[in-house]
């Protein structure tokens, strides 16, 4: 196989990057600072040609697939964490594996075209999330987790010293927000979002799908019933019925959440760490103060960790070496210490190896944000288990989905959680044996 190359001659690296809705923090396009990048690798490697495309994180699975099925398909491309499994299970159009392994494609190699190795110098949650038998399937490039913010302003006011770590904590401080004077009306918000759900399941140490998790073979069955789920569920099921949750009113209403925090409507939100410095800003200018935490965990529970969200970089298989070491270098490049940096510097996204974070340290950054900190202090606590690393599963999205439509009927249709979550563990079983079938695995076989 011949690399692709533009008039000029140079070899064409086409590389698809997920898009967001989001704009730096000096204001420039979400990607402006990865086309930057780019155009630096293309200086310090002029035998290559960058191309960088944005699409819509949502589809670009389906975008990739179509791609094959036009006879082509980008160098490199960024799935969602949720999409995992399907950058696993897609498939060339001779039914090949889609994407080879990056920790295959490296090797024991220490650089590639004078570009340091740098993926062995992730944060170790990060890595372990995107590795599978103990190889590395991907290069992330964006990571986030959950955490928990809180209006230390409201706080103060209603005698609280001491930021919440526990769920008991969290609903005694949420009681005492709401009934002292000039409180606010609830005590905390977050979105109804599969996420959030997969978050507190892997906290306690859970498991979503077997068998582990999907980490230690294909996830052929998926429970919504567990002991670990259902203890999230009931509890704020309590949290809503008392007053002390305020629900936004749909599933997976991020924005209206965030809003709410800002109005000062909740003393408390569940949000991304990419939200940090947004909601911080939002503090100062309404003239209340913000802290963030981690995300409490159950009573008497084992703090197993927070898995991670975001994007990760798959490799093409089938590649020609000078351009697979072209898209290596480039990965590379990218997760550099000077790179990833920046990128959090731009956007608030976990840095996700160590020296990037040691560099930000280095330099001052965090000084006059340490809220910025927090999330890799989190993920640093992992205990590193298929629980904490959280579910790989073939339809992710879709398994959310029936989740937030079982949380929803618990919140304003009064129904019985254990019930109403024994219906979506077999409506999520459905949608996931639909997934297998559809990548040619057989469906667990009924109960």
Known sequence: MEPVRSPDGRIVLDVWLANYPFRTYDGRDFLAPMRQFAAQFEKAHPEYRVDITGHDFWTMPQKVAAAVESGGTPVLAAYYAGDTQA???????????????????????????????????????VRDFYAYGGELCSVPVTATTLLLYANTTLLEAAGISALPTTWEELRKACAAVVR?????????????????????????????????????????????????????????????ADGHYLYTGSPSDWGGAFGAFAQQRVAFALDSSKAAEDLVRCGNQAGFDVAVCPMPAADRSPRAGNPVSGDSLWLAAGLDRATEDGALAFTQFLINPRNAAEWHRAHGFVPVTEPAFALLEEEGWFAGRPHQRVATEQLRASDGSVAALGPLVGDLAGIGEVMTGAMDDVLLRGADPVERFARASARAQEVLDDWLRMHGEPAAAPA
């Open 87 to 125: 950058a696993r299970d897609a498939r060339a159009a001779d039914g090949a594996p889609l994407f080879t392994p990056v920790g295959k494609a490296i090797g024991d190699r220490t650089e590639i075209l004078g570009e340091p190795v740098a993926v062995r110098d992730l944060v170790p949650a």
């Open 180 to 240: 002292g004077p000039g409180g606010a009306p609830h005590g905390i918000t977050w979105a109804n979002d599969g996420w959030v759900f997969q978050q507190a399941v892997a906290l306690q140490g859970g498991l979503l799908a077997a068998p582990g998790n999907g980490r230690t073979g294909r996830a052929t069955s998926v429970d919504l019933s567990s002991p670990h789920l259902l203890d999230w569920v009931r509890w704020w099921a309590d949290l809503h």
